[in-house]
């Protein structure tokens, strides 16, 4: 757990946290899980100093309730996803093209 996190989101942190090993996650997975909803709803929140713009937007980890862990709907990251590992990786055109066109530059 990060030092700047609230005593609230530590909590938060290790609620999530113990409920993933729970549910028969590995302890690596259960911490990256738990770190990630937490990091998420600080961006939300404004409590972070950097957010993406997929961060902020979207639904909130437990409003989502694992919508897109599973079987239906699209499968894979989302438009917005792409497109931020595009600009990491400096692709020149990437506000131009589409999640199909963005997911094969990135060979996903």
Not at 12 to 40: C, F, L
Not at 100 to 107: P, R
Request: charged share 35%; proline share 4%; aromatic share 2%.
């Amino acid at each position: 757990m990060p030092k700047v996190w609230s005593n609230k989101r530590e909590r938060q942190y290790e609620h999530i946290e113990e409920s993933q090993e729970d549910r028969g996650t590995s302890p690596e997975r259960a911490k990256e899980i738990a770190a990630r909803t937490v990091n998420k709803n600080r961006a939300q929140s404004g409590e972070s100093k950097t957010a993406s713009r997929s961060s902020v937007e979207d639904k909130s980890p437990q409003s989502r309730g694992g919508q897109r862990s599973g079987r239906k709907g699209s499968k894979g990251p989302t438009r917005d996803q792409l497109y931020n590992e595009a600009k990491q990786r400096n692709i020149k055109g990437r506000s131009k093209m589409t999640k199909g066109q963005l997911a094969e530059v990135l060979g996903k």
